[in-house]
């Protein structure tokens, strides 16, 4: 059975690493600290999904040890703003590896798809719509059942698309599927996150509010309408974005969540990427500007204590 | 000496009230509750300045309770938004006053100034420069020496300028101007109120922090240069803006006091006739309107319960 490295053990590392092992695979976890690490190799990884605990054992090792590829297939499950720091170890590491998957949020890593190409046979990039919340360094919970949709960004001779693991996570209840349009779908997303992340963020509010809350509603449809001028998108997008703070609105979304647990949110990756793209058509986009520097703004007011 | 009745138990209300009773006015204020009127009838009002407290002997009665004029100037220190149960209440009464003053913040106020020419012979606003804090029913502390600008709207047959009110205010440290250029002042202040309070309120920080972050600066300066293409406002406004934020930067904004402490706030009277004069004009403010729309939002969620 092939070897599975993950780079990352946030929530959807430690995801991935619990059905990647649940499906046979021989899984190893790269994390940023030791601490994770020894916790990772001493009590294996848990998994909660509805109401089934499953208890998998999984290598991990700490990434900066790292000097050579180990593994078949490598997922690259480290958020946006860390990527770089991750993509220039692996490009001096030796030897290669056959398959590298991007796990990232947003858009903002598109422009380094293209750097592991003479590392990897195949790059590929995965949109996450699973929900996953990490409990501990060795906790994680399927909060959301969705569909991991993978996109293949660049092949050569040699590459060949490994189906047998997109099929074995589906049968083990982490569906999968390959996509050509990937790119409109990580669109579409980016548009969803790109309208309830930085509104949440800012009202400190639950998905659901920005539908219940007139006001809210009413900064969310202008906001969607902006972004639409860029995005092209249709009133079913719309009725989308709708349904999604229907079906998660007791949840707080991950920008919040980042921004109340004191860490660096995706803003740049999402609202970040929606301006460069107006930039470049010569639009100015002053909701997501103000959003944008607002988020800015709290991360920077919560390093100095004043988060509230 | 002349009879001086406030409207209002606000801490605008009970500055002016021991101010006008140190300066040897018999004054009633008026307020909503029996409760506070019974308190202040008791035990008076306590002003606060610097390190001295100076108890002083007022007079108050439920406003709902008043069937005729009984002051020879009267001052309306009641919110905006309560402004016009307050002048329904007043064109009611029996009798006239010699001059009534209105005290509101913003400019939302100044289509009602002419509802009460026939009850008065001066019709005055009021610019409060001052900073004041209410700590009980019957304690206000001065928080900042300013000015208390007036202007004068409507004078008839009879009316004369009660110059001699002002200057007593002035003498017992509680300065007080009469302005000819009024409207322009009251602009000038809007401005003010319409870039720092909004965004104080919604970052939920104190002045100083719209100076010191740099993303919360950025904004600030976007958010004056849109209100600046409405009210022509000149790099002197802006250098006026930044030393406010200076002197008051540990101050919390009354926009933030409000939505903290469960009030309606004073967006109305403040954003949302910056936003009118915008679509008189034609034109489109959408940092305003995201503030408008986002401060409406965060009262409609406080009186939910979900406010943090």
């Known amino acids: 059975m092939e070897k599975v490295g993950i780079v990352g053990g946030g929530s959807v590392g430690l995801l991935l ?18 601490e994770q690490a020894n916790k990772i190799n001493k009590m294996g990884v848990t998994l909660e999904s509805g109401m089934s605990l499953t208890r998998v054992s999984v290598k991990s090792v700490t990434f900066s040890k790292i ?5 078949d297939i490598l997922f690259l499950a480290v958020k946006q703003y860390n990527l770089n720091e991750v993509l220039s170890t692996l490009q001096n590491l030796k030897g290669k590896v ?14 380094d798809l293209n750097k592991l190409i003479s590392k ?3 790059v590929y990039v995965g949109i996450v719509e699973h929900g996953a919340l990490k409990k501990t360094p060795t906790d994680v919970k399927h909060t959301g059942i969705g569909v991991l949709k993978i996109g293949c960004y660049f092949q050569n001779e040699n590459g060949n698309c490994p189906v047998h693991i997109w099929k074995r996570l589906s049968e083990v209840g982490f569906l999968t599927e390959v996509h050509d349009n990937w790119m409109e779908i ?14 949440t963020a800012i009202y400190k509010v639950t998905n659901g509010s920005l539908l219940t809350n007139n006001y809210y509603f009413e900064t969310m449809k202008l906001l969607f309408e902006e972004i639409s001028s860029i995005y092209k998108c249709t009133e079913e997008d719309w009725q989308q974005i709708i349904e999604i703070c229907h079906k998660t609105s007791q949840n707080r979304s991950s920008m919040l969540k980042d921004l109340e647990d004191g860490r660096t949110t995706e803003i740049e990756a999402i609202t970040g990427v929606i301006l460069d793209k107006a930039k470049k058509s010569g639009v100015h ?4 500007q103000f959003l944008y520097n607002s988020i800015k703004g709290m991360e920077l007011q919560r390093e100095e204590g004043g988060y509230e």
């Not at 690493?17 to 600290?33: D, E, N, R, W």
């Not at 990580?186 to 509104?199: Q, R």
């Open 120 to 122: 990897a046979d195949n």
């Open 186 to 199: 990580m669109e579409k997303k980016l548009v969803v996150n790109g309208v309830i992340n930085p509104l």
């Open 285 to 288: 986009l002053p909701y997501n």
């Open 67 to 71: 000097k050579e590829f180990n593994d």
């Open 98 to 111: 056959s398959t590298v998957v991007f796990m990232q949020n947003g858009m903002s890593h598109i422009k």
């Open 17 to 34: 690493a619990s059905y990647l092992s649940k499906s046979g695979f021989h899984v190893t976890i790269y994390t940023k600290t030791d």
